[in-house]
């Protein structure tokens, strides 16, 4: 029997129903990942009023201030493409807040967008939606940032086809439950074209939108690699300050993410060039980049989680020395490395790049997760940190 999407639970429902006891809550995300069904779930539960910023109406009620003062709820959608959202919900919050709790959703990072004018410093919470991940899908229990390492949770036949979905065809809640490779493909084409000429077009001043489909077209085939400005300036014949510009949209419009090198002062790791991923992993035809790419999906996922939810503030970041040796993944906790994690499609022995960072820097925990295979075994102890091969279902499973 299929399965619908709002039969499947998403774990940041709860506490965004907590936080909204106390203050505004901005739900970001990409778009169709979820979050106008969560918020209309919510308004079902409470008897809310859902605003619709695209929508006629609803923009005239709340240009005109003719807010439902019967609802227990009021969550406005898209409405970061007003000129003076801010405003408008520094006032609404400010004058209803007690009565009235406030859900502010959008397919945009809310808090990047409309820094200026009215702060709404202190009033609100930010929470972040993301495509379904392995264990949410597989329902598996997710406690906390400490027991990550120590990977409690093994995983079950629900994570292992949730795996095996996620990378055939992505994390997007109507791509993944249509089950259709073939369905995927089409819902991805006119997702970029929706993106690209409504949700751009919306929020910024851009008049070659054309050649941002074709930006976005050139992201898919450098995903899991460092991306060169100068590179996509050249491919587009634009300048590189319009390249910068344009990638910096995509970025706010989770078509896409970076992630920084991490270098210490001992090391002569490379400073500036940033590894590029994209939100939609499934776009990308070579499996291994697939693979790391859905990867580094879940890490942020945890990023985001840990910061919105438990007040944890981690960092994403990779390793690379000009020579050569790159490890994937670096997460920092309290600006110091926690966990380091080499990402390889079969079962390998310990990755000469992952033994080189460790044997430099101190680093609590470490994992070489493979796709291919299910066995799990120790890999070396370097200094305190004892490397551990796992599969890409375990690791996985532990993640929010």
């Keep these: 029997m299929a399965i619908h999407f709002n039969q499947i639970p998403r774990r940041i429902a709860l506490q965004v129903s907590t936080d909204l006891k106390s203050k505004m809550v901005f739900l970001s995300g990409p778009r169709q990942c979820g979050k106008t069904t969560l918020a209309k779930k919510l308004i079902q539960e409470i008897q809310g009023r859902y605003y619709n910023w695209d929508v006629i109406q609803d923009r005239k009620a709340i240009l005109k201030n003719e807010l439902d003062l019967d609802a227990k709820l009021w969550v406005f959608d898209e409405i970061h493409k007003s000129k003076n959202w801010r405003g408008f919900l520094k006032g609404a919050f400010d004058t209803y807040a007690q009565d009235h709790p406030i859900l502010v959703t959008g397919s945009a990072r809310l808090e990047l967008y409309g820094r200026g004018g009215d702060s709404l410093q202190g009033r609100y919470y930010p929470h972040h939606l993301h495509p379904f991940t392995v264990s949410e899908l597989s329902q598996l229990?997710?406690?906390?940032?400490?027991?990550?390492?120590?990977?409690?949770?093994?995983?079950?036949?629900?994570?292992?086809?949730?795996?095996?979905?996620?990378?055939?065809?992505?994390?997007?809640?109507?791509?993944?439950?249509?089950?259709?490779?073939?369905?995927?493909?089409?819902?991805?084409?006119?997702?970029?074209?929706?993106?690209?000429?409504?949700?751009?077009?919306?929020?910024?001043?851009?008049?070659?939108?054309?050649?941002?489909?074709?930006?976005?077209?050139?992201?898919?085939?450098?995903?899991?690699?460092?991306?060169?400005?100068?590179?996509?300036?050249?491919?587009?014949?634009?300048?590189?300050?319009?390249?910068?510009?344009?990638?910096?949209?995509?970025?706010?419009?989770?078509?896409?993410?970076?992630?920084?090198?991490?270098?210490?002062?001992?090391?002569?790791?490379?400073?500036?060039?940033?590894?590029?991923?994209?939100?939609?992993?499934?776009?990308?035809?070579?499996?291994?980049?697939?693979?790391?790419?859905?990867?580094?999906?879940?890490?942020?996922?945890?990023?985001?989680?840990?910061?919105?939810?438990?007040?944890?503030?981690?960092?994403?970041?990779?390793f690379r020395l000009r020579s050569g040796p790159e490890v994937d993944f670096i997460l920092l906790r309290d600006?110091?490395?926690?966990?380091?994690?080499?990402?390889?499609?079969?079962?390998?022995?310990?990755?000469?790049?992952?033994?080189?960072?460790?044997?430099r820097v101190s680093v609590p925990y470490a994992f070489q997760v493979h796709l291919e295979g299910q066995k799990e075994k120790k890999l070396a102890r370097i200094g305190q940190c004892e490397v551990r091969s796992v599969s890409a279902a375990r690791f996985l499973a532990n993640l929010p």
Excluded at 213 to 223: H, K, Q
Excluded at 335 to 359: D, G, H, N, T
């Design 141 to 318: 229990p997710f406690q906390s940032l400490d027991e990550i390492p120590l990977l409690p949770n093994k995983p079950t036949a629900e994570s292992f086809d949730a795996l095996s979905n996620l990378l055939t065809l992505g994390g997007f809640p109507e791509p993944f439950l249509s089950g259709s490779e073939s369905q995927a493909r089409r819902w991805r084409i006119a997702y970029d074209e929706r993106l690209v000429r409504e949700d751009i077009s919306s929020l910024e001043r851009l008049q070659e939108l054309e050649k941002v489909e074709l930006m976005l077209d050139r992201l898919g085939e450098v995903a899991g690699s460092v991306v060169s400005i100068n590179s996509l300036r050249e491919d587009l014949e634009i300048s590189f300050d319009t390249a910068a510009k344009w990638l910096k949209i995509l970025e706010k419009l989770f078509a896409c993410f970076r992630i920084s090198p991490f270098g210490p002062p001992k090391i002569k790791a490379v400073k500036k060039e940033q590894k590029l991923y994209l939100w939609d992993s499934a776009k990308l035809a070579n499996q291994g980049a697939r693979f790391e790419n859905l990867i580094a999906l879940h890490l942020i996922r945890l990023v985001d989680w840990t910061r919105d939810v438990e007040g944890v503030k981690l960092e994403l970041r990779y």
């Design 335 to 359: 600006k110091k490395p926690w966990l380091a994690i080499e990402v390889k499609k079969q079962e390998q022995s310990l990755a000469p790049s992952l033994a080189y960072f460790l044997e």
